[in-house]
């Protein structure tokens, strides 16, 4: 028989000690799996210097979750997640300049999905970066992440949840949780600095910016109680 993912794997709030492993986790799932990130020629080691920014408020928000092996205690999974009001953090001027294309891209979607309006704190979690490893694939893990982020955010009293999804799969992950496409580039007529930097992966579409509201969560959550 062949077990859940609730069964093998343990989901918890992200806390400060789990800063090297999730760290090191997303770096290698996203250098070496997320399309926007080949396309650039991002590694490992680049991505984990970006993520390793956003730990501190990680802890701070209590809104990112954690999947661990029960058997092995190893980090399989983690969904870094934000209040979609939080600023950029300290030494963002630091890293690699590598990411510079992809933040123009995604950076016009939530400029488009805003329209003007301004971001309202505690009003909306923004599911930043979700990753699992290879070895854990196909069991659940990244669903299962995303469904206790969406009820640990509507417990908090978030009333949408949003996020940009970078590839074919990763799109129909979110789909699966309700999530609805709003806004959408194409990856083969992104121009950034007089060039086309995602030219190598115009079979994967574009990026979209997905939301889901959470009003029908936290009902669930009132008639359970």
């Known amino acids: 028989m062949r077990m859940s993912s609730e069964q093998t794997v343990k989901y918890r709030l992200y806390q400060d000690t789990d800063a090297d492993d999730m760290s ?30 956003f730990c501190r408020q990680a802890v701070a928000q209590e809104l990112t ?19 979609s009001a939080s600023g950029l953090p300290d030494g963002i001027d630091q890293i690699s300049e590598k990411f510079d294309p992809i933040f123009d891209i995604l950076g016009q979607l939530d400029e488009e999905y805003r ?9 909306s979690i923004h599911l930043f970066l979700l990753g ?16 206790k982020c969406l009820a640990n955010g509507a417990s908090r009293s978030y009333r949408m949840a949003v996020t940009e999804a970078t ?47 959470l009003g029908s969560i936290a009902t669930e959550r009132q008639m359970e109680s």
């Open 132 to 147: 699992v490893k290879q070895s854990f694939s196909g069991k659940g893990v990244a669903q299962e992440l995303i469904s």
């Open 167 to 213: 590839n074919k799969a990763s799109q129909h992950v979110f789909q699966k949780q309700g999530f609805a496409e709003r806004v959408r580039r194409s990856y083969g007529a992104h121009k950034f600095d007089g060039r086309y930097p995602f030219k190598s992966i115009i079979e994967q579409g574009g990026p979209a910016l997905m939301d889901k509201n």
């Open 24 to 53: 090191r986790l997303l770096s290698e799932v996203f250098a070496e799996g997320d399309p926007p990130a080949v396309a650039v020629g991002l590694e490992a080691s680049e991505f984990e210097a970006f993520v390793r920014l």
């Open 115 to 123: 329209d003007g309006e301004d971001v309202v704190p505690g009003e």
């Open 65 to 83: 979750i954690v999947a661990h092996c029960v058997e092995t205690g190893e980090m399989c999974g983690a969904l870094l997640t934000e209040d």
